[in-house]
């Protein structure tokens, strides 16, 4: 079946790395997405990972896949204030049409 | 035009009523999606759009119906809700089925 999972909490101080893992179930994904929501807004695009490929870098973002095991993970260098938000993983998975199975979202918290 | 509007941004409606939710974008995508987010959840599919056609609904109740006018819209129309259909309503669109996925940011919907 479809399953999506991340740990619910993260708390980093401000300028360290933080890492978001994420674990999905459905090998036949092709594509494999970062969202960020903020309060009260809707679900923003942060990268996407093909899921022939190991690594993707986007400046601050850094995206490693691991298919094998079925593990993806975010990686935030310097993580700022502004990085607080909930963070899902979403597998895509092609049924008829393209479905996203999201993960229960990392809600990520910045210490001073 | 790179964005994803929805209308109206909140909308308080009682059981009786019949409401409508706006979608649009100008980016000539042609896949369009409506998801609904409880709150503390991750957003879930509810329809597909497909160059204009209906590719899938998740198995949703009759009282919410669908239609995409044009390429550019896609509409959500309520009637008969009930309390705990009390969500925020996202809808995103991709280039093609199968391509990344962009939202908007979601009408906050309550029913009383």
């Known amino acids: 079946g479809e399953d999506v999972e991340q740990s619910l909490f993260l708390s980093v101080r401000e300028g360290d790395s933080s890492v978001i893992n994420c674990t999905y179930t459905?090998?036949?994904?092709?594509?494999l997405y970062w969202y960020k929501q903020e309060p009260g807004a809707g679900l923003q695009l942060l990268t996407y990972?093909?899921?022939?490929?190991d690594m993707k870098q986007d400046q601050r973002l850094t995206v490693l896949l691991n298919k094998k095991d079925k593990h993806l993970s975010l990686r935030i260098a310097d993580t700022q204030t502004g990085d607080s938000a909930i963070y899902f993983c979403a597998e895509s998975i092609i049924q008829g049409a393209q479905k996203l199975v999201f993960g229960q979202g990392t809600r990520l918290t910045i210490n001073p | 035009d790179t964005e994803v509007t929805q209308t109206p941004k909140h909308l308080v409606m009682g059981m009786t009523n019949k409401k409508s939710l706006k979608c649009e974008q100008h980016m000539g995508h042609r896949a369009m999606y409506w998801y609904k987010q409880k709150a503390k959840k991750p957003p879930e599919l509810m329809f597909v759009y497909s160059y204009e056609k209906l590719s899938i609904n998740e198995s949703v109740p009759s009282r919410f119906s669908p239609e995409c006018p044009n390429s550019s819209l896609l509409n959500l129309h309520l009637h008969a809700l009930q309390p705990e259909d009390s969500a925020l309503y996202l809808c995103?669109?991709?280039?093609?089925?199968?391509?990344?996925?962009?939202f908007g940011p979601g009408t906050r919907l309550t029913v009383l």
């Open positions: 990972i093909f899921s022939n490929m």
């Open positions: 459905d090998s036949s994904s092709t594509y």
């Open positions: 995103a669109s991709s280039q093609s089925d199968g391509n990344e996925q962009f």
